[in-house]
């Protein structure tokens, strides 16, 4: 007999925007968060944020780590180490502890460390 009930999958929560998505409005998340689509706005979240390569965001992020890949026009402010991976199109200004920058990434902005 199969059993009706909903499971809860157990493992790493995390929160998703997948491509072909598009936000317009401020996000706030308590775990780690992918973005593969459009957001227009602020991004906050208690984890670690992944902007994919087919990404594109219009707005500030604040995380606390965070690994770029896409399209960003705004400012970033992370506690710990923002990765620009080589696919990335960075504009604007990274204030971080750590700062990691591939070959090939673009970053037009400046840096301040804390």
């Given at each position: 007999m199969l059993n009706n009930k909903n499971t809860v999958p157990q493992g790493t929560a995390h929160n998703s925007?997948?491509?072909?998505?598009?936000?317009?409005?401020?996000?706030?998340?308590?775990?780690?968060?992918?973005i593969d689509g459009k957001i227009e706005g602020n991004i906050e979240c208690s984890g670690k944020v992944i902007v994919g390569p087919q990404a594109e965001i219009a707005g500030n992020i604040y995380c606390n780590n965070a690994d770029l890949m896409g399209k960003i026009k705004g400012n970033i402010e992370v506690n710990e180490t923002v990765s620009l991976k080589a696919q990335v199109v960075f504009t604007g200004e990274i204030i971080a502890k750590y700062l990691d920058i591939e070959a090939g990434a673009v970053f037009n902005g400046t840096c301040t460390m804390k």
């Open positions: 925007i997948t491509p072909g998505t598009l936000i317009k409005g401020d996000v706030k998340a308590e775990e780690d968060f992918r």
